[in-house]
């Protein structure tokens, strides 16, 4: 989730909402640790970055940002990294929260970020992260090793499992074929809660599909959703006030560069419903 369509957004932007918050991108602590981050807020703040910084620096981010919980990755088709693998209970012993997601296939027939398509693996294995890939097949063969690997990385039962869908200017056939079959086959694993990371432009059609997927499966609730825009975005809003009654976790600011305890990252803010929004 660190390449987005609409990324880019402005240092000044990023100054201004951190300051409307309670302070300044580089600057003194706002919250203390056991705090939700940012005092008054209505959602509890979070962040994602794509590798993971170290425990060192996600200690001090935990003592001295408004951050109280971040993206944990798991192994996936577009996410190939393994940095984030075991890190799980020491980042819960530092008393981060955590939203647990999975970088599924993608379709990229309109546009795609740099190296998103990673073409042949080393040894001539199978294309990943390519549309495709987008078969129900292939959703099924995923939602097999993201509930797979939530389990090894000692998730609770119950957890929800983002599934990240980047954005894309049509929610094609074969990209919803793949979406449901991933979801379809996490609630029939039993073990886990699939969800759903999407960009707002595409989050009404992804939610149907899903919502559907859920009740065929006999479920009443609503599938989770992490719904990405900057539109009316700040650190002291609920998700909900995204413009998505759905939303539990609202992604605004992206590939932001934010100092923290004197270590720097780049990263997507966040603001949850839930201080540990995976459960």
Excluded: K
Aim: a negative charge.
């Amino acid at each position: 989730m660190t390449t987005r369509a609409d990324a880019g957004i402005g240092a000044g932007l990023l100054l201004l909402t951190l300051a409307a918050c309670g302070g300044p991108a580089t600057g003194p602590a706002l919250p203390t640790p056991e705090g939700p981050g940012i005092e008054g807020a209505r959602g509890v703040p979070g962040f994602d970055t794509r590798d993971y910084p170290g425990d060192a620096v996600m200690a001090a981010w935990r003592e001295s940002s408004p951050y109280r919980w971040v993206g944990y990755y798991l192994p996936a088709p577009c996410y190939t990294g393994t940095s984030w693998d075991g890190r799980r209970a020491a980042l819960a012993g530092m008393g981060w929260g955590l939203a647990v997601l999975f970088v599924g296939e993608q379709d990229w027939a309109a546009s795609a970020p740099s190296g998103a398509v990673s073409g042949a693996d080393p040894g001539n294995q199978p294309v990943r992260c390519t549309s495709t890939n987008l078969t129900p097949e292939r959703g099924a063969a995923d939602g097999r090793a993201a509930a797979s690997s939530a389990a090894t990385e000692g998730f609770r039962s119950g957890a929800i499992i983002f599934l990240d869908v980047e954005r894309v200017d049509t929610v094609s056939a074969p990209l919803t074929a793949y979406v449901r079959a991933w979801v379809e086959t996490v609630l029939a694993d039993g073990r886990f809660v699939p969800g759903l990371y999407a960009h707002a432009a595409n989050a009404d059609a992804l939610l149907a599909t899903a919502s559907a997927t859920f009740r065929a499966a006999g479920r009443t609730d609503t599938p989770p959703l992490w719904v990405a825009t900057t539109n009316g975005f700040s650190l002291r809003r609920a998700p909900t006030e995204s413009g998505f009654p759905a939303a539990r976790i609202w992604q605004g600011i992206l590939d932001a560069r934010e100092t923290w305890g004197g270590h720097t990252l780049r990263i997507d803010a966040n603001v949850a419903s839930e201080a540990s929004p995976s459960g």
